[in-house]
């Protein structure tokens, strides 16, 4: 990934979309880029959306899991969406904490989520 | 020394000295009756007389008794004078009485007008290789004995040198159709292009043996699944010279377990049906026992519908399910959060009393796992999350 990690603003929320095989170098940069851009714009919610990532190891689930972090430290509520069955298993078995992740179908759903009107439901 | 005529000129005493060193043959003379009248080591060695012993004495000595009584000698000697030669193989015995398996070559010897004044013998001991002959024979009519299997032998190259029975039934070809042509014959057209047969025997040298399961042809171009094993065969100084090709035919196995695969299949599809009751609601009834296998195939299939139908709650009921024991319940937990990472919520429905306290007892970590008594509460639930849901986007519009 270049430098222009794709991250498109919506209203109060930032929408990140993660693509193709992610390296130690293409990591930092999406870290760099989204935590900028979150203090920049003063976001309140980022979807991350994995539906584009050709594999997802342990590797992959554990820089998943830190940008959550990052987003949360800077004051944002962060959610995944478009994780694939396949993805899921392997996550699960290889028993990558995901615990505290929010997630969501699809960025439509994730986004009514972040509006946090059924976070009691929900979580 | 000297067993027979006394060296009359040196020429005959370096013809006996050379007649002496042959000691694998025996070649005596007989004189015009089938007297014995020369001796030599070569002769000692095979039927044990010493020269003393047997100078003097008929051929007859060396026959068996059925061979005296029908009087092979006189027979054999008339033969040898009439035709110039008379070649045998047969039993013949020695001093001991021991017999042994011979060739004899009977050549008349003639002197200067003509007349018959004895025969020269030539004998050879050949009851090891006539053992060895028939001990091929037996292994040969073995190979041909075994129908179900095609046993072959190929040369280093490839080609048929062998074909049995087994193989006649297996291939429909028979001997004359095979012999000299290259295995790739029996190969699928794709097969033989994609030189399959030399990469086989390559591994067959390489790892010394070489098995595996294909499509192969039949004469009438049927095909068949073949399990297909290559040995090489190795001379004294361990080149190879051959391949010994083993062979057969599989397709009813591999008929009735692809049927026995395929209905595991349907019956694991049957066994874990995702019903969609709401928009955005599954229900998937777990009914009897769940192994492993069925516990990956329910989870494999219920993670698939949920993106399929973009599902947003999942009602997982195991009021069907007999018994609790750690690792379905381990699997149950792991299926609601690979839901969950999907973003989908699980509701656990149907759990019994003695199911709660069995989960319980087992010390599995619940987490925040959504549970109700009844299918009909988990509904409940499920649809106040959806209506929630439909009721946030709602929010908005209204505000």
């Known amino acids: 990934m270049p430098d222009d990690v794709p991250i498109i603003r919506m209203g109060q929320n930032l929408l990140v979309t ?9 990591v930092e940069q999406i870290e760099r880029a989204v935590t900028r851009e979150v203090a920049r714009t003063r976001a309140t919610g980022v979807l991350v959306d994995v539906n584009g990532l050709s594999m997802v190891d342990s590797f992959v ?37 995901m615990a505290h992740v929010r997630t969501a179908l699809n960025a439509e759903q994730g986004m009514a989520r972040l509006r946090g009107s059924h976070d009691e439901l929900v979580d | 020394m000297g067993y027979g005529g006394v060296g009359v000129s040196a020429e005959l005493s370096y013809y006996q000295q050379m007649i002496d060193s042959i000691t694998e043959h025996e070649v005596i003379r007989l004189d015009d009756k089938g007297v014995v009248c020369s001796w030599h ?14 100078i003097g004495r008929p051929l007859s000595v060396f026959y068996t008794e059925e061979d005296m009584v029908a009087n092979r000698m006189e027979q054999e000697l008339r033969t040898a004078a009439e035709l110039g030669r008379c070649e045998t193989e047969g039993w013949r015995v020695r001093k001991d009485g021991t017999r042994f398996w011979a060739t004899v070559t009977l050549t008349p010897i003639r002197d200067g007008h003509g007349t018959l004044v004895g025969y020269v013998k030539i004998a050879r001991d050949l009851t090891e290789r006539r053992e060895q002959l028939l001990a091929a024979q037996a292994v040969e009519q073995m190979l041909d004995a075994i129908t179900d299997y095609e046993v072959i032998r190929l040369d280093k190259d490839g080609y048929v040198r062998s074909w049995s029975s087994g193989a006649r039934r297996l291939k429909q070809y028979t001997e004359e159709e095979v012999l000299g042509h290259h295995m790739s014959m029996f190969y699928t057209e794709e097969d033989a292009r994609a030189g399959l047969a030399d990469r086989e025997l390559s591994a067959a040298v390489r ?8 499509w192969r042809m039949r004469k009438d171009g049927s095909r068949f699944w073949a399990n297909v094993t290559l040995s090489p065969i190795r001379d004294e100084t361990q080149e190879v010279i ?11 196995r591999r008929e009735q377990e692809q049927l026995v695969q395929r209905q595991r299949d349907e019956i694991l599809e049957l066994s874990t049906p995702v019903i969609q009751v709401w928009d955005k609601v599954l229900v998937l009834p ?4 769940l192994d492993s296998l069925r516990a990956a195939r329910l989870t494999e299939g219920l993670l698939e519908r949920i993106a399929l139908n973009q599902a947003e709650v999942v009602i997982l009921d195991i009021s069907g399910v007999p018994a609790i024991d750690t690792d379905v ?55 106040q999350i959806v209506g929630a849901g439909v009721a946030a986007e709602r929010e908005p519009v209204n505000a």
């Open chain 2, 242 to 252: 051959g391949f010994v090709k083993v062979a057969r035919d599989l397709s009813e």
């Open chain 2, 41 to 54: 080591p070569g002769a000692e060695r095979l039927t044990r007389y010493a020269a003393d012993e047997i």
């Open chain 1, 18 to 26: 993660l693509q193709g095989n992610l390296e130690d170098t293409t």
């Open chain 2, 207 to 214: 790892d010394g043996r070489f098995e595996t399961e294909g």
């Open chain 2, 329 to 383: 319940a381990q699997h149950l937990l792991k299926t609601v959060e690979a839901a969950r990472l999907m973003g989908s919520v699980s509701i656990l429905s149907g759990v019994r009393p003695e199911t709660a306290q069995a989960i319980v007892h087992l010390g599995i970590e619940l987490g925040n796992l959504r549970s109700r008594n009844s299918l009909r509460d988990a509904l409940q639930l499920a649809l």
């Open chain 1, 61 to 97: 689930a554990r820089v998943i899991a830190r940008l959550v972090a990052m987003v949360r430290l800077l004051g944002a509520q962060a959610t995944i969406v478009g994780l694939q069955p396949a993805v899921a298993i392997t996550l699960v078995e290889l028993g990558v904490p």
């Open chain 2, 286 to 289: 777990v009914i009897g026992t």
